[in-house]
């Protein structure tokens, strides 16, 4: 049952793929791993077609694995660091391949973006994203945190979240 955007409202998008983009993939990636609790293939291949707008706040709406049906809400300022980024591809992170090309080219290697997909993959890039979080945590920490810690331990806290409802209304769900 898809949702249904209030006539009014309409999604803004860059002319051309090629037209850089303000914003970059990998910090709105990373708020939407944490707000959606959701795997790395459904977040690298998640589509504007599956936005939902219901009064105030920002859904949207994915089929996961095991065919399961499920939404998750973002913040507004999150919503809005994604339509930064947004080029005219169906697929909500397609600036990252232009983005790692640009970052290519003006770094002290630039024949190196010349090996990069200039097309969308979205397994290319949730393996980037999975890449650059361990890397990360790596130079914070002593151990490896990976895209899934965002799944585990949102879960947790929703878990934990329902426990205490639990508790606090005397047993009672």
């Known amino acids: 049952m898809p949702c249904q955007l209030t006539p009014e409202y309409t999604i803004p998008t860059t002319k051309s ?80 391949p232009n983005q790692l090309a640009g970052h290519h080219e003006s770094g002290i290697r630039p024949w190196t973006s010349k090996g990069i997909e200039k097309e969308f993959r979205p397994e290319n890039f949730g393996n980037w994203f999975y890449l650059r979080m361990v890397e990360w945590s790596k130079s914070k920490t002593d151990s490896a945190a990976c895209v899934h810690d965002f799944r585990k331990t949102g879960l947790q806290f929703a878990v934990d979240g329902g426990a205490l409802a639990v508790v606090e209304s005397g047993g009672h769900a």
């Open 17 to 96: 793929r090629s037209k850089q983009v303000s914003g970059h993939a990998a910090r709105p990636a990373a708020q939407v791993f944490f707000w959606s609790c959701a795997r790395r293939k459904e977040i690298s291949t998640l589509k504007w077609d599956s936005l939902c707008i219901v009064d105030d706040e920002v859904h949207f709406d994915i089929t996961g694995k095991w065919n399961v049906r499920k939404w998750f809400r973002l913040p507004w300022n999150v919503y809005k660091e994604l339509l930064r980024i947004r080029t005219d591809s169906p697929y909500v992170f397609s600036a990252y």
